[in-house]
């Protein structure tokens, strides 16, 4: 089950900080995976008031940390947490710097090279980063949000998962969470396709998600297996849902985002990695308690991201669809695993050590929550 706490709003989203933000581009393939494309992200400026540690407390053993996440609602946490001066206060005199990315690949590929430390990434790139390097490149060591995705389809031209053959559905990158949802989908309906290229019964365009309303109003794709926010925009020009993909897990859950770390960066560390996951549970804690307000900031960071607000009514369906947590949701990680497998990018993997809850369950007792599970996938 989710873990929540309750705790007071400590600070504002700082705006002026967020508007300093510059975006830059990363490039290249996943080499860890073996697949992906390019991937954008974007560095904040370490002095910026919305990033830079606030310089209280007693000085933790690095003078950096690098964290990546995307400008996308089911990354509320950092995406708030960051910007709000929670991750700050909890790191005291350690700096952040932060990259943007569009999908999961290349942010595996960014943890690998060293260029961040910690991650909010969806379970799939986990799992083929882990897999790839034979469990030596990173842990996940949080859960952070369960649901949040979408098949949306043009309803003039697909009413039912038999009108899929032929048609251009598209995800945000080979190999990410979404691309393998719908692979692993498609072969349950019996489509055959081509995991590197996306071609086959349907063809899988991977399309960055800024890019994906534009391409459906065009007539490019005619829907989209994509995270919030960019489901409820495709909806809001019209697309209809087909799928909403936590209708099927049991009860309406499966993690959609985890927190990783690389293990260099943990045993080097794991004080600085303990602060960002007190971080993370308080910034949860607080979502959970202001809802309304965790919205308005939160589409507030996504403006400073993207240049652009959501509107009011795809704000609200996107946030409906979502739900943050702590507990990592470590059992139907292995069917994540599976879907993988399935979709043709790995071969059937051992996942035995994945996880290590360690820190985060002692963030938990410290707060008088109850630990959370990893399933028997727990550090070895």
């Not at 995406?79 to 700096?95: E, R, S, V």
């Not at 932060?98 to 799992?127: C, H, K, M, R, Y």
């Not at 809001?236 to 309406?252: F, I, M, Q, R, Y």
């Amino acid at each position: 089950m989710s873990q929540h706490t309750r705790t007071p709003r400590t600070a504002r989203i700082r705006r002026a900080g967020l508007a300093g933000l510059a975006v830059v581009t990363v490039a290249g393939l996943l080499s860890a995976c073996g697949y992906g494309s390019q991937g954008s992200s974007s560095s904040s400026d370490n002095s910026s008031p919305s990033v830079a540690a606030s310089g209280s407390g007693a000085a933790l053993s690095a003078g950096t940390v690098h964290i990546g996440y995307f400008a996308n609602l089911t990354h509320a946490t950092p995406l708030i947490g960051i910007q709000d001066g929670k991750f700050a206060a909890a790191l005291g005199g350690t700096k952040i710097a932060t990259q943007i990315f569009n999908a999961g690949p290349s942010e595996i590929e960014a943890l690998n090279s060293g260029a961040i430390d910690i991650a909010w990434v969806g379970p799939s790139p986990a799992i083929n980063g882990y897999v790839k390097s034979q469990g030596a490149a990173l842990k996940i060591i949080s859960g952070a949000t369960s649901g949040g995705a979408e098949l949306v389809v043009n309803p003039a031209t697909i009413k039912s998962e038999a009108d899929l053959k032929g048609k251009k559905i598209a995800t945000p990158q080979a190999g990410n969470t979404q691309d393998v949802a719908l692979l692993n989908f498609l072969a349950g309906k019996g489509y055959k396709e081509d995991p590197k290229t996306g071609a086959g019964d349907v063809s899988v365009i991977r399309t960055d998600n800024s890019l994906t309303p534009g391409a459906y109003a065009a007539g490019q794709i005619d829907g989209a297996w994509v995270p919030e926010p960019t489901a409820s925009k495709l909806v809001s020009e019209g697309a209809k849902v087909l799928v909403d993909e936590k209708t099927l897990w049991p009860n309406n859950q499966f993690v959609s985002t985890n927190v990783i770390v690389s293990q260099t960066f943990l045993k080097a560390h794991p004080d600085v990695v303990k602060a960002v996951l007190k971080a993370s549970v308080d910034t949860n804690a607080w979502i959970t308690a202001n809802p309304a307000q965790a919205k308005t900031d939160a589409n507030a960071a996504l403006k400073a991201l993207t240049g652009k607000a959501l509107s009011a009514k795809v704000l609200d369906a996107a946030w409906s669809e979502l739900t943050v947590t702590n507990d990592p949701l470590a059992s139907t990680l292995q069917a994540e695993a599976q879907h993988a497998v399935t979709a043709g990018f790995i071969k059937q993997p051992s996942l035995a050590g994945i996880y290590d809850l360690t820190l985060l369950n002692q963030v938990l007792s410290g707060e008088g929550k109850p630990a959370v599970s990893a399933a028997g996938l727990g550090a070895q």
